[in-house]
T-cell receptor, first 112, second 112 residues
Framework: NAGVTQTPKFRILKIGQSMTLQCTQD?????MYWYRQDPGMGLKLIYY???????DKGEVPNGYNVSRSTTEDFPLRLELAAPSQTSVYFC???????????FGEGSRLTVL | ELKVEQNPLFLSMQEGKNYTIYCNYS?????LYWYRQDPGKSLESLFV?????AVKQEGRLMASLDTKARLSTLHITAAVHDLSATYFC????????????FGQGTILTVHP
């Protein structure tokens, strides 16, 4: 049982480049989320989705975009990368009944 | 805006001792979660607390929730080295499950 899978695990970007962080889950969860974690801090919600075709902004959405064309996949797009986007990104999913999140292993992004 | 504060932020304990981590939050919620994170790793769900007075125990850890005081505690009994990690509480203050606001985290180090 794979759970939540994120790729890539590590990436270095130059300022102004774009990239997509991939996230897929095999638990048939309707709810999916993207969080970022800065060093020594808690997690902040970037975007979330309550089902295929439905997405909404979280606390820190600027500079990011998402889409949800299937239940399984929830990619996060970074446009025009900036040093402030250097962070560890976690994708998570939940059934929705209890709200308990299941996290992926994280994607460590550095923007230079 | 929902704020979640943990204290202490750093906790150095001797093996065998007891201690409590506190999690205060600023607005009404009856859904609170505790997660554990090992260095460089993802977050692992420890406890899901879904009502006032909820108490959950797993091994040497016990979590409780007082929604009237807007306070959750994570009590550690007879600490062992394997408990060394960062512990986060997270509160769901919204109408959609999983839109969690995280505390800053408590870095726990257990010494022999």
């Amino acid at each position: 049982n794979a759970g939540v899978t994120q790729t890539p695990k590590f990436r270095i970007l130059k300022i102004g480049q774009s990239m997509t962080l991939q996230c897929t889950q095999d638990m048939n969860h309707n709810y999916m989320y993207w969080y970022r974690q800065d060093p020594g801090m808690g997690l902040k919600l970037i975007y979330y989705s309550v089902g295929a075709g439905i997405t909404d902004k979280g606390e820190v959405p600027n500079g990011y975009n998402v889409s949800r064309s299937t239940t399984e996949d929830f990619p996060l797009r970074l446009e025009l990368a900036a040093p402030s986007q250097t962070s560890v990104y976690f994708c998570a999913s939940s059934k929705g009944r209890t709200g308990e999140l299941f996290f992926g292993e994280g994607s460590r992004l550095t923007v230079l | 805006e929902l704020k979640v504060e943990q204290n202490p932020l750093f906790l150095s304990m001797q093996e065998g001792k007891n201690y409590t981590i506190y999690c205060n939050y600023s607005t009404t919620s009856d859904r609170l979660y505790w997660y554990r994170q090992d260095p460089g790793k993802s977050l692992e769900s420890l406890f899901v607390l879904l009502s006032n007075g909820a108490v959950k125990q797993e091994g040497r850890l016990m979590a409780s929730l007082d929604t009237k005081a807007r306070l959750s505690t994570l009590h550690i009994t007879a600490a062992v080295h394997d408990l060394s990690a960062t512990y986060f509480c997270a509160v769901d203050g919204g109408t959609s499950y999983g839109k969690l606001t995280f505390g800053q985290g408590t870095i726990l180090t257990v010494h022999p």
